[in-house]
């Protein structure tokens, strides 16, 4: 591997400079990825490796990047599972058979990932080819909770309150589905690891909606198998945004790292996660819409919370549509080019 910075920085070994990546870096505010999203449906993109793969390495050419992230979505995992999701352009993804009742769980299966996810190997094995060690390959899934969030609500939603009804109403099956997609995740993340994936990271994109209580028993306790299963084949970052009340719990799992939302000092993120875990964050995406100048100084003070060492800079949440390609570089440069001393 030419470029191992993030690799590590996971393990804990000391860098010349903390790597940079951006989650969501494959994606709408990129003209080369609205060219062929123009050509073919989304989920076309992520079931044919080629597409996938190109799509996978434009943050690598274009923007620098030091790691490339599988282009994939968390929801090819419900799809897997029995359900039929869609993306409606301008409103997201929608599943039109949403699950409530005991009988709605009768369609959800553990599936043989081999069978229903090849694309996604596939996928894998094409980028490690074309990546050819240029930089470390990230693989990623959904957190049990937030996949149970679109599978139960069907659709996007800033309360997901459907979904938070049926784990509050029916905590058996609730607790029933989080297993089976735990299963099918702990299978998923070892066949991407089989495959090729350098590292990988759980999506826990919703997971700062639930109480520190009702987190711990709905969310973490099946992130913690997650982890405990797959931490010994390859590093493994959980992301959980907005429950930074949680840190301490989740750098416990055995977690390699943390990803961390820009709503926690980086000092408090750290004295709450403890030394042994690798933080990565916590720019706020809608300042890469602010001028160039800003983002700088901005990123500047970002490297100076969090030190070089356990550190890798991204984004405290998926990059905005809506940014300027310049400004993502500038964001990425920034860090690529700070004098640590
Ligand atoms: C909640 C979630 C989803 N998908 C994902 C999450 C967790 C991360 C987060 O919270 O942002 C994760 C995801 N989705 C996608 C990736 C690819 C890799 C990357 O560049 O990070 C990753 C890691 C591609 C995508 N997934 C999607 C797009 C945009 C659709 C398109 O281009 O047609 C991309 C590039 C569609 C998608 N997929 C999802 C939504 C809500 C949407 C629509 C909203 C949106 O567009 O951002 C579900």
Request: proline share 6%; glycine share 8%; net charge negative.
């Amino acid at each position: 591997m030419k470029n191992d910075l993030l690799i590590k920085a996971l393990k804990g070994e000391t860098v010349d400079r903390a790597p940079v990546w951006m989650m969501r870096q494959a994606g709408r505010y990129l003209p080369e990825y609205i060219a062929l999203r123009n050509r073919y449906g989304f989920f076309e993109r992520c079931q044919t490796p080629e597409l996938a793969c190109e799509i996978t390495l434009q943050p690598v050419d274009i923007i620098g990047v030091d790691a490339a992230i599988l282009f994939s979505d968390i929801l090819v995992v419900p799809q897997a599972m029995g359900m039929e999701v869609q993306l409606i352009e301008h409103k997201g993804p929608v599943l039109p058979e949403p699950i409530r009742t005991e009988q709605d769980l009768e369609r959800i299966v553990v599936p043989d990932v081999h069978d229903r996810l090849h694309y996604v190997f596939d996928a894998i094995k094409l980028i490690k080819q074309e990546l050819n060690g240029r930089v470390p390959l990230i693989g990623f899934a959904g957190a049990p909770w937030t996949l149970l969030c679109y599978m139960v609500q069907g659709q996007g939603s800033k309360t997901f309150d459907e979904a938070k009804a049926f784990c509050y109403k029916n905590p058996v099956l609730a607790h029933t589905l989080l297993q089976r997609i735990t299963d099918t995740t702990i299978a998923y993340l070892k066949a991407q690891i089989e495959a090729g994936a350098d590292a990988v990271q759980l999506f826990d994109s919703w997971g700062g909606l639930l109480s520190p209580h009702d987190f711990e028993d709905i969310s973490l306790q099946y992130m913690r198998q997650i982890v405990a299963a797959v931490k010994d084949l390859a590093p493994i970052v959980v992301f959980a945004k907005g429950a930074w009340h949680s840190l301490a719990e989740m750098a416990a799992t055995g977690a390699a790292g943390l990803g961390i939302d820009w709503c926690i000092k980086p000092g408090l993120a750290r004295s709450m996660a403890g030394s042994k875990v690798t933080l990565q964050g916590n720019f706020d995406p809608a300042k890469l819409l602010a001028p160039i100048p800003v983002i700088q100084q901005e990123v500047k003070q970002m490297l100076q919370g969090f030190g070089k060492d356990r550190y890798i800079a991204n984004l405290g949440h998926g990059i905005l549509p809506n940014v300027p390609v310049d400004h993502a570089r500038a964001f990425v440069d920034t860090v690529k080019e700070y004098a640590w001393h």
